[in-house]
C-alpha cells in the first residue's frame, strides 16, 4: 500500500500558512536568550525564519552541553548510507515475487533479520496467523456483444526479464469475496458517493449492474463498499490513463508509466473500519488467539471486485451506450466515455482461497540507555510482485540506516533511548503484521514508545515530502536541512521548498500513487501533511496513540501495485544511482539520532494547540451549513482555547529553564508527560461505529480511504446529520482535550519546579 | 469557411458588461418623452433594460405612425419561412458536392438564381475568373521507420449513403504549392508563434523538418505562415481528438463529431494580407483585369501542407521522440506525446493544378423605393464537399427569408430601401465572390450600402450567437427579442441570454469550429463578438467601411470541412426538424425589415464611441509594457474623447426631434450620413504592410487570422515594437476618429434644424 495525502492537497493555502507560522513561532520561543516578550506565542510574519540559516550551536530538545557531541555523531552517521550498498539491498529484495502469506515474504523477513543481525542488532521473526485470501480462479470476460475474454495477464517486456517471472500473483483485489456474476455494465468514474449521486440525476441505475470505476481520488476499499451502498452485483476497477498512464507520460518500459497492459492489484479491505487480520478485531492474530467468524468480519467487502488492466478497460467502454458522461468524467482512453449500461455484459467468476497464513514481521532492536523509551522505525516488507518502490525502497533505506546506527553502536557509542525497527507483513493486505504487533504489544508501546517513523514507499524520485502528527512537523523540517539533496548539493529542505515554490508537482493531473505528500501551495515553509490511512503508522497513531510521521522522494510513479514496480524501473527511472535512497536513510537516521538522544524530546505542543483550535473552527463553519443540527460548541471553544493556554504555558515553563544540567529523573519525567499528551488525544471509547480508531483529531475518512478527515466523531456525524453522536462525539473530544490540557499544565509544573536547570535549545 | 470569434470571447467579463451598459443607455436616451436630464449619456447599472418586456409601441429608428404598419410586416414575414421548405432546400443545395470551381459549384448558384427569381426578385450569375488550385496529387506516407500510406480518404459510413460519393474531393489544403518532401517530423502543438518559441526553449529545432499541427485557436493560414516563417519544409495540419473528436464527444455517425478518419479540409491562403483573387489584388478579378505574376502574389503561402486524420497523425506521432511535449500540448490520441523528431520521416508530395477558374456569385435584387439605399444580404454557396453547415444552413436560411420577402412583395409591399442578396462562390477558398463583387462595386457599395448582415455556418444547432459592428449590437438583441426559439417557444433573445448566464458552451473543451460566438460571461445582455475574419463580411467591413453583422445558430460540431457535413449530419444531429433554419430565416427577415423600413437607421454611435475609447485606454495599459517605446497617446485619447462628445450629441439631437413626420430630404441626409461614419473609420492608405485592409478599428490579427484585433495599425506595429510605425498609425487612428466625429456633429447640425420633427423611437 502507499498513502494519498489528497486531503492536505486540498486544504490548500491557508492552512499551509497557518501551520508554517505557527511552527516557527515555536521554534523561536525556544531559542535560548530570547525573553518570554521577545517571543511571542504567536509569531508575526516578520518572524518566519524562512532566509536564515539553522544556527549550528543549537539543536531542538538538546541541551547546549549535549550538541556538539550530537553533530559529530550525525556527521558520522551521515558519512555511513551507500548507494552501492542500497542498490545491493534493493536487488536482492525485489529478486522475487514476495506476497505476504507467501515462501517469498518469508524470505524476505528472514534476510531482513539477518542483515539487522549483522548490523548488530537483536532480531527476530513474529509470527501471526492473518486470514488471507489468494485468486484461486480470477475470470473475466465479455459475453455480450460478442465474446472477448478480459482479465489478461501483464505483458512482459524483453528489456526487463523480471517481468517474465511466473511466479506473479495474477490481478485481484485481496479480500474480494468468491462469486460469480454476469451482468451489463455501468462507469461510474472515481465510484465515490458523489459519482453515484450524478448517475441518479441521470436516471442511470446501478442495481444489479457490475460498475466499472478507475482507481484514483481515495482508497479502492472505499469504492469497494459505495459500490456494494448502491446495490451493484460487482464492481471492476481499472487504472485510466489519464491518471497515471500515457496521459501523464511515457509508458512503461519507455517511461515510468502505467502501460495498457498494467494493473493495479491492491486490498480492498474497510481498513476505515479497522485494520489488521479480519477475524482478531483489536487483538493480535497470535495462533492461540480466538478468533470470529468471517461472516461477522466488519472490515470484510461483499460484492466480488477484480482489477483490470486500460487494455481491457477499453474493451468494456467501447460497449456502453446510455448517456455521454459528465465533462469531467472523460479519460484518457480513444473514445467518448458513456455511463451505459449497453451492449457489454460481463461474466466474472473469482474463486478466492481463504485461509490461515503465517505472517513474519521482523522485529530488530538496539538497546539505549534507557529501554524503557523506544524510538521506533518501521516499513512492510510484503509486496504485490516485485515491489521496487512499494515497499523495497523504504525497506532499503531503514536498512542502510540500520547499518549507520550499527556502525556507530560498534564504534562506542550507545543511544540514550532504545532503537526498535519493526519490518512488517501483510501491509497489502490490510496493515496487518503492523496492526497485530501493536495489538499485541499496545500497553507497552503506550508507556515505552516516543515516536513511530514510518517508511514505505520511500523512493520513486527526488521530491522529498512527508505527514506527521503537528508535534513533530518541524522537527521534520529540520532534519531536512541536515541532509544533502543528491542532485544539487543543497539541503533536502531548500529543494523541497524551492520546488513547492515553483509549484513542481508530478507531470500527471492526477497521479494515482504519489508515495509523498506533494502540495502546491507557495509560502515560507514546505508543509507536512496530515496522517490519514494507508500505511503502518495507522496502528500507532491512530489506535494507540504515538507521535508518528512519514515521508519520502516521490516522482512520476505510474506502475503503483502492477508487475512493473520492479528493479529494472528503479535502476531505469525512480533511482537509477541510488542515491536517494542513501539521502533518506540519512533522513531517517537523523531523525532517529534526535528523537533518541535529545534531552527533551523536541515536540511542538503550541503549533498542535493552534492546530486543533483552527480545526475547531473550521468545523463550526460546516456546522453552520446545517443549522436544524443546533449543536453548542461552546464547550469545544473552551477547551479548544484552554489546550492551547496551556501548550503556551508548558512551553513557557520549558523555555523557563536556565544555565545548568537538568535533573535525569525530572527529565524523564517531563519526557514521559510529552509523549502522553498524543495519548490523552484518544478516546478510551473509540469513535462511534469505528471503536478501533481512537484519536479524536484524526482519522482516515469513512468516505476517502487514505486521507485523513479532522476531528473525525464529530465532523462524520455532522455529515450524516446524526446529531445525537455529534453531541456525544463532541463531549468526547472536549475530554479529550482537557486531558490534553491537564498533562500540558503538569509539565509546566514539573519544568517549573526545575527551572534552575538549563532549557534545551531549538533547532535553528 | 467560417469563423471564430475568439477574440471576444478572451475579452471576457467586462468588455461585455461595458457594452451591455453603455448600448442600454443609447436604447434608453432614444425613448420619447425622455428628456435629456432624464436620459443620461451614460447608464447606470439601474438603467438596464434586462427584465423590461419591449415596448411593442416603438422600434429604433421608426417614427411612432409607422410602427404599427412595421410590426404588421414583421408578423406577417414571420408566418412565412417554413422549415419544411428549408429542408428542401437544404436536400438540394448538399445533393452533389459543389467545391468553388467545378460545376456542381455552378450548378447550385444556377439554383440559386432561379430560386430568387421564383420567389420574385431580379437574379443574376456574376462571373469572375480566379486562380484556384484544385489537387491534381496528394500523397503523403510514412518513410521511416516503416513504409507506411497516409492521407488516407475518410471512411464512408452505410448509415449515410452521401459518404460513398466518388466526387468528393480528397483532403487537401488549397493555395498549398506543389512540392515534394521528405523529413523527419516536428510536432508543434497548434503551430503558433508562441508554440515555436517553446520548442526552441525545449532546443528542438523545426528548420528542415516537416511540422506536425493541431487545428484551433487561430486560423490555418496562420499556421502555415508562421511554419514558413520557422523555416520548416512542409506542414501537416491534423484535427485531434481533444478538439473536435470523441474527447468532445461521441463521433460521428455516433454522435456529432470528428471520426477517426475525418479531415479538415481548408484554405491556407494569407487572407490576413489581403482576401480574393490572389492575382487581382484590390480589384475585381473580371475576365479583362490585369494579373500580376502568381510569384508577387502576397496572399500566397510557400511550403507544402496538407491535412490529416486524426487517425493518421497517430501513425506519425506514435514514432516521434525528442522530450514530452508540455502538459498543455497533449492531445487526446491514446498516447504520450513528444515533440520529435525522431524515426518518423515523412515523405510529403503534393501536384497542384492552378488556374483561372470561373466563379459563380448570385446576386438578388429587391428593387425598394430608395433604389439609392441598399441592404445587403449575404452568404456563400461554395462548400467543401456537400457542406450542409457549411454554408448551405446559412443559404437556406437566407432564401426562406427571401421567399417571405418576396411573398410580402408580391402582397403589394415594396421595401423603403433596396435588399440586395448575395450568394458568394470561393468562399472557401479565401473570401473570392464575395472580395471580387465588393471591388467591383466599392464606390457604389460605399454610396448605397446601408449594412451588410452575413450568414454563413448559420445553424449547426440552436444556440443564438454572434459579431457585429458596434453600432449594430443592440439591433441584432431587438431582432432576437421578436424571434421565437422554436424548442423552448419563449424568445430567441431570452433562451440567448439564460445560457450565457448558465455559462453553457459546447461539451468540447476547444471545439475548433463554432460558427458563432459563445462567450460565457454573465452578466445583463448577451454580448456579440468583434468582427475579426473568416468569412464574406470581411470585404464588407474591413475594405469598404459598411456596418456589419454576422449570425447563427450553433452547437457541437465536429465534421467541420469533412465530407460528414452532410445532409444527414444535419437531419441527424444539427437541425433535425429544421426549425432553426426556419427562425435563422425569421432574424435575417426581421432584420432586413428593420434596416429597409426606417425612418432613420437604427445605428449606435453612442455605444460605438464608448467601445472605441475603451480600446484607446487599453492600448495605453499594453503600450506601458513596453515604456521604451515612448509613444505620445495625449492626441489619441483627446480624439476618443472629442468622438465620444460628438456621439453624444449626435444622439441627443436626434433625440430632440419631437411631433412631426421628418422631412424626406433631410432624413435622407441624415441617412447617409448615419452610414458614412463607418467608413469614416477607414484609414485611405490602409493598414501598414497590408491595405487592403482598411478599418483602423479591427482588423483580422496578422497572427491570429479570424479573430479581430483592436486598433490593428497601432497594436500590431507595438507588438513588434516598430514605434515608427505606431506612431504613423497613431496619427492615422487619430485622423479617422476626427473624420468620424465630424460626421456625428453633421448629424448634430441637421438634426437640431430638423428639431420640429417627430423623432423615431427605440426598440423597447
Redesign the interface.
Known sequence: MTRMCSKQREDGLSAWRRVAVFATAVALSFVPGVSDAQAPILATSQDKAQDRAPDKAKIRGFLTGHVAAERELEQKLQRLPSSESAERTLRILTSTPHMAGTDGSRRVAEFIRDQLRSYGFEAELVRYRAWLPQPTEVKLELVQPETKALGTPEEPFESDKDTYDKRAVVGFNSYSPSGEVTAPVVYVNYGTQEDYRRLSELSVGVEGKIVLARYGRGFRGVKAKVAEENKAAGLILYSD?ADDG??????YP??P?RPMSGIQRGSIQYTFIFPGDPLTPGVAATEQAQRIDPRWAQNLPHIPTMPVSPRDALEILQHLDGP?VP?EW?G?????Y?TGPGQAVLHLKLVMDYQQRAIYDVVGKLRGQHDDEWVVVGNHHDAWVFGAVDPSSGTTAVLEAARALGELARAGWKPRRTILIGHWDAEEYGLIGSTEWVEEHAAELQRKAVAYINLDSAVSGGNFGGSATPSLRELVREAAREVADPRTGRSVYEVWKERLEKGQGP?S?SALAPPIDAPRQNDSDPPLGMLGAGSDFTPFFHHVGIPSLDMGFGGDYGVYHALYDDFYWMKTFGDPSFVYHAAMARMVGILVLRLAESDLLPFDYDAYATEIDRYRNELEVLAKVSPEGKLDFSALRDAAAALKTSAARAQKALEAHGGVPMDATRATALNRQLVDVEQALLAPQGLTGRPWFRHTIYAPGTYTGYSAVLLPGVREALDRKDWDTARRETSSLVEALHRAAARLDEIARVASSNAKVEKPAAGR
Open positions: 490513463p500515457y496521459v501523464a507520460g511515457d509508458a519507455r517511461g508509466w455521454q465533462r472523460q484518457g482512453l480513444p473514445l467518448t458513456h507531470r493531473p
